[in-house]
């Protein structure tokens, strides 16, 4: 069975902390993605990741960095979490020979006080 | 806006209803899919439909799609209580990347 896994399912943090979300997959796959869910708004790709220590802006990348130094692993991170950054963030992956079929992560639902 | 459109934005019906969802996008397309959406949780891939396919089924799943109307719809038959979900379309108008709609919750009444 594929799996992507995320750190956390809850989150709490104080304005002004960094925030690390970490996600990793036992697929093999090369894609990875950090995607955030807000009623109404459906998904929005922050970032994505097609190998080691690549990294391509989504379409609000804005208060958001990641790393991914091993390839199962792809880590989101908020350097200094804001009010309005309080979402359910979801990682997906998917193999190199196509960007559909993404399977995802079960989320992680992050509270910014 | 990058994100496609669905309608309607919610849906409730009785178990054993058809329940029809409607997704619309913006730009030419490779394939669309169907994604499903539990509460609180992950995406699951339901069904992909590529450009130069009209219809395709899947179980009780049906996913038409009109590219000269950028449309596509999800059918689900016979619908049952463990049905209630939400429902997002997905397509790759931008190459490497996958648009997503804003969704449509289908609940199921039983």
Redesign the interface.
Same mark, same amino acid.
């Given at each position: 069975d594929v799996k992507?896994t995320q750190s956390s399912r809850y989150l709490v943090k104080r304005t002004g902390e960094k925030v690390f979300l970490e996600c990793v997959q036992d697929m093999d796959h090369e894609n990875m993605f950090w $995607?955030r869910q807000d009623p *109404?708004? *459906?998904? /929005?790709?922050i970032y #994505?990741s097609?190998d080691v220590k690549m990294k391509e802006k989504?379409?609000i990348p804005e208060g958001y960095s990641v790393s991914r130094e091993k390839k199962e692993r792809f880590s989101l991170i908020l350097e200094s979490a804001s009010t309005n950054q309080t979402s359910?963030y979801?990682c997906?992956s998917s193999p190199l020979a196509s $960007?559909?079929?993404?399977? #995802?992560?079960?989320?992680t /639902?992050l509270t910014v006080l | 806006s990058q994100q496609g459109e669905e309608d309607p934005q919610a849906l409730s019906i009785q178990e054993g209803e058809n329940a029809t969802m409607n997704c619309s996008y913006k730009t030419s397309i490779n394939n669309l899919q169907w994604y499903r959406q539990n509460s609180g949780r992950g995406l699951v891939h339901l069904i992909l439909i590529r450009s130069n396919e009209r219809e395709k089924h899947s179980g009780r799943l049906r996913v038409t799609l009109d590219t000269s109307k950028k449309s596509s719809s999800l059918l689900i038959t016979a619908s049952r209580a463990a049905d209630t979900a939400s429902y997002f379309c997905a397509s790759d108008e931008y190459g490497n990347k996958l648009v997503f709609g804003a969704g449509t919750i289908l609940r199921v009444k039983s």
């Open positions: 992507v $995607y *109404g708004l *459906g998904l /929005r790709l #994505f097609y989504g379409d359910m979801l997906a $960007y559909n079929e993404q399977f #995802f992560g079960p989320g /639902r | -």
